[in-house]
């Protein structure tokens, strides 16, 4: 398996990563989901070419590189989500907020509702 295939879809494979970066700080999620199709396809593909002892310790820092893209990647769709639920919650609370009051006994329980 010739280097520069290697070479190119590892390359590839960290842009596209450096892309979804960021789509993910931009919130652009939808532009994310376009790139995952695409993303799978190089993982599958270096990681197969990776097999090859000799490939994959001639390219050590690059498969470095782009494991802690990955990692990156993924730390910041967990904060993203996080965000989300936070947001969500917050929704909630201001909906219930508007529609209801709740009141709690001395234990802190709900009591009732209004």
Known sequence: MPQTDFKA????????LMAEQQCI???????????????EALFEKVAGMAQDMDMAGKHK?????IAHQAQ???TLM????????????RYAAMMRAQFGLTTYDNLGRVENQI
């Open 9 to 16: 879809a590892a390359a590839r494979l960290s842009e596209v």
């Open 78 to 89: 967990e904060a993203a989500q996080k965000g989300v639920r936070a947001a969500q919650n």
């Open 25 to 39: 700080r931009h919130a652009q999620f939808q532009a994310m989901a376009d790139l995952s199709a695409e993303k």
């Open 72 to 74: 990156r990647n993924q």
């Open 61 to 65: 820092a690059l498969l470095k590189r």
